[in-house]
């Protein structure tokens, strides 16, 4: 993206406009989005385009889905194979002893972007045998991340850092054992996609789908203000088995949230934590 | 828009900064009467270190930036690595990974462009050492809505790519020595 010139950022003003346009006339509410990532994610969406805001307010008006394109354009899909390795290690550490007692577990990632953490926790889960009782849903709002996230097909280019992370995760095998190379890109073996349903679920106004013994959703509620995270943090609550575990992202905490006593604290670095009651 | 009360001052380095920013720190008063918010390109691997290791050192609260945190005077704060840093308004910190700007994540630009449209010319920036064109637009922001801003002087950088840069995009950045910069600092110059 090249520099805005002062007249190219638009005013928080502007911002809410185009929130409560889109609010109106589709299911998409982005009002507890946290405003100045959202902001620069619509400015980054009008020079992509070369539209300014006139252009922006009509198109959402009169072109019939552009609603649903535009949503996927402002989403942030960027995600990592095993993205913060020390995570996974605790992960299994930490919860797997407990969860091995369970004779079916019910998995969640919950914004999900373009799947690898559905496949790291898949690989985590065949290696401490656990896969064959297990079933993870993931979710997300953009379906054009979704469909990406189904094919399990990464650009070669990738797994090299991929790589990187997997090898500091502390797992006996080779990463390389997990997917076949074809041409330019590596496909993630079968058996872990037979294992995961990715489908869309909007945190924000969809409800709870399905009771789970383990809940990751790790940076996605960085773009939430403190209310809308309030109102995920109970959703994943009423969404979790008494014992279950929520995992969140490496910078986020429920410190600061009411719900916070309704869970013990697992891990406080790594933000993993147990619903005790 | 921000009041005069709630001044924010922005340090923005990559490789060869640290040593400036230690020593900038290290002669800061006792009090500060506006928040310092430090962004400097490194690793995650290198994780929190810096933030502690400081803390102790200057026996006063270094604090990284985590999801939400409040800004508040008198206080010191790292952006992370890994994760670009925006201002919401009124006045906390928000967190964003979405792609690398100038190879960078945290970016200088992000943070200074965000900066300045929230607190216009209550925000005072420092460009510093560095290999790289990050800062150089987000300097010009500032200037745009009315801002402070200093570029470290090239002779003066251990990498002068990004002091130059910061130069060529901003007409009215003021150039300081480093024993400038310090005391910019330490004798609490003009802050709006
Ligand atoms: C940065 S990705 C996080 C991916 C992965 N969890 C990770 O930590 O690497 C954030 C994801 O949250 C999704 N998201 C944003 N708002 C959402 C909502 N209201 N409901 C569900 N997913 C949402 C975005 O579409 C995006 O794919």
Request: one cysteine or more; proline letters at 3%.
């Amino acid at each position: 993206m090249v520099g805005l010139k002062k007249s190219e950022f638009i005013s928080f003003s502007d911002l809410d406009e185009v929130v409560y346009l889109l609010k109106n006339i589709s299911e998409f509410d982005l009002t507890g989005y946290s405003k100045s990532s959202l902001k620069r994610r619509i400015e980054r969406f009008l020079s992509m385009e070369k539209m300014d805001l006139v252009d922006l307010k009509s198109a959402i008006l009169n072109i019939d889905g552009f609603e649903n394109y535009f949503i996927q354009e402002l989403m942030v899909n960027v995600t990592e194979m095993f993205r913060d390795p020390q995570f996974f290690r605790q992960l299994k550490a930490k919860t797997f002893p407990y969860l091995q007692t369970y004779p079916q577990l019910r998995i969640w990632s919950a914004g999900c972007a373009t799947g690898e953490e559905a496949y790291s926790l898949a690989i985590l889960l065949k290696e401490n045998n656990l896969l064959n009782r297990s079933f993870i849903y993931g979710t997300d709002v953009s379906l054009k991340a979704l469909d990406f996230a189904r094919k399990g097909v990464y650009p070669l280019a990738k797994i090299k850092s991929y790589t990187d992370n997997f090898n500091k995760a502390g797992l006996a095998s080779e990463f390389s054992s997990h997917y076949t190379a074809m041409y330019d890109a590596a496909i993630i073996n079968n058996e872990y996609r037979n294992k995961i349903l990715f489908s869309t679920h909007n945190l924000v106004s969809d409800h709870v789908f399905n009771e789970f013994q383990l809940i990751l959703c790790r940076n996605v509620m960085i773009y939430f203000d403190k209310e809308l995270q309030e109102h995920v943090l109970q959703l994943f609550y009423e969404s979790l088995a008494l014992f279950g575990f929520l995992c969140l992202g490496s910078k986020e905490s429920l410190y600061g949230h009411a719900i916070k006593d309704r869970f013990k604290v697992i891990d406080s670095n790594l933000n993993i934590y147990q619903k005790v009651k | 828009m921000k009041g005069k009360k709630d001044n924010i001052v922005l340090i923005g380095g990559s490789a060869g900064s640290l040593l400036l920013i230690t020593e900038i720190l290290e002669n800061l008063p006792a009090r500060l009467d506006y928040a310092l918010c430090i962004i400097i390109h490194r690793s995650s691997t290198f994780s929190s270190e810096i933030e502690k290791s400081l803390s102790i050192k200057l026996n006063r609260p270094v604090i990284a930036i985590t999801d939400k945190t409040p800004i508040k005077n008198g206080i010191i704060y790292f952006a992370p690595p890994g994760y670009h840093i925006l201002i919401d308004p009124p006045g906390t910190f928000a967190l964003d990974s979405s792609e690398h700007v100038n190879y960078a994540k945290p970016s200088i630009d992000v943070l200074f462009e965000s900066c300045a449209q929230i607190y216009g010319q209550y925000c005072t920036a420092f460009l510093l050492s560095g290999a790289n064109a990050d800062g150089a637009r987000g300097l010009k922001a500032i200037e745009e809505f009315g801002g402070k801003t200093f570029i470290q002087n090239p002779s003066d950088a251990l990498i002068e790519t990004m002091p130059i840069s910061g130069i060529q995009e901003s007409r009215l950045s003021t150039i300081l020595k480093n024993q400038d910069i310090i005391r910019y600092f330490s004798d609490n110059l003009q802050l709006s």
